[in-house]
């Protein structure tokens, strides 16, 4: 479903931030990615809907090539939902306007139908009976949620987390969490920058771990948890466990 092959990009001439990088996700895996701050995660997920270009190699997803420029850039991102870790959902607009808005702009959806899946995606966040609040109204949480729901809505085929849960109070973690688990056994291809460790063990059926822009270890979460292959992973684990 996605497919990295020699990618490499920079920033400038001289940051050299993602490193050859080789990479294949199934269609239904969960991938969580993990590393020091400032390794690439973000620039590694955001490259595949095309929010950072990349300079040498290929990207895929779901045999659209992303950096092909004769690839149409709202076809992508209808099939790649982005969570981000500010939720961004439009402030002026209510939960239900949030959701509805790419499916009826980009997918030309009629409003009673993209409101019908709106209405069945609050369900499964667990908001429904916050249609007509506007986000500055709703707990972080909350927030999360509708966002989930937003990227949702445009029935990608992939969905990614860029450290999803990292702004929200303790309290508010669990519930964001706890959607992205129930996305993950519908069987959404999901890949998760996150540090919620819980998490990867849980629900991931791979973790992988980038340090300095290189993937140091791809391996199940059992195997990265128990036995990490690199110093760098086991300096990491001791630091975050
Ligand atoms: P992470 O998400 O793992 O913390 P990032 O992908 O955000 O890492 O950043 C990787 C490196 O690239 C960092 O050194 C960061 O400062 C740098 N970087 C990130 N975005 C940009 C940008 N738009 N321009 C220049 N450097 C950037
Ligand atoms: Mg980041």
Redesign the pocket.
């Known amino acids: 479903m996605i497919r990295f092959s020699s990618v490499n990009k920079w ?2 001439r001289d ?1 050299h ?1 993602l490193k050859n990088l080789n990479l294949e996700v199934r269609q239904g895996e969960v991938v969580v990615v993990c ?10 997920i ?1 490259t595949i809907n095309q929010l ?1 270009p990349i300079n040498d190699g290929e990207i895929s997803v779901g045999g659209i090539v992303v950096n092909d420029p004769k690839t149409d850039i709202n076809t992508l991102r209808a099939e790649v939902g982005f969570v981000f870790q500010h939720f961004n959902l439009y402030p002026h607009l209510s939960v239900l306007d949030n959701i509805t808005l790419a499916p009826i702009q980009v997918k030309k959806m009629s409003r009673s139908a993209a409101e019908k899946l709106a209405m069945e995606l609050l369900e499964r966040v667990g908001l429904a009976n916050k249609r007509d609040a506007y986000p500055s109204n709703l707990s972080g949480g909350q927030q999360q949620r509708v966002a989930i729901a937003r990227g949702l809505a445009m029935q990608p085929k992939v969905m990614l987390f ?2 999803p849960t990292s702004a929200l109070d303790p309290e508010m973690i669990g519930e964001v969490l706890g959607v992205m688990q129930k996305l993950a056994e519908s069987g959404m291809t999901m890949m998760v ?1 996150t540090h919620e460790m819980g998490f990867a063990r849980e629900v991931a059926d791979r973790v992988l771990f ?1 340090a300095d ?1 290189e993937i140091l270890e791809d391996t199940t979460p059992e195997a990265f948890f128990t036995a990490p292959k690199t110093d760098r992973a086991k300096q990491f684990l001791r630091q975050i466990l």
């Open positions: 920033y400038g940051h931030v590393g020091p701050s400032g390794s690439g995660k973000s620039t590694l955001r950072e860029d450290e920058v980038l822009g």
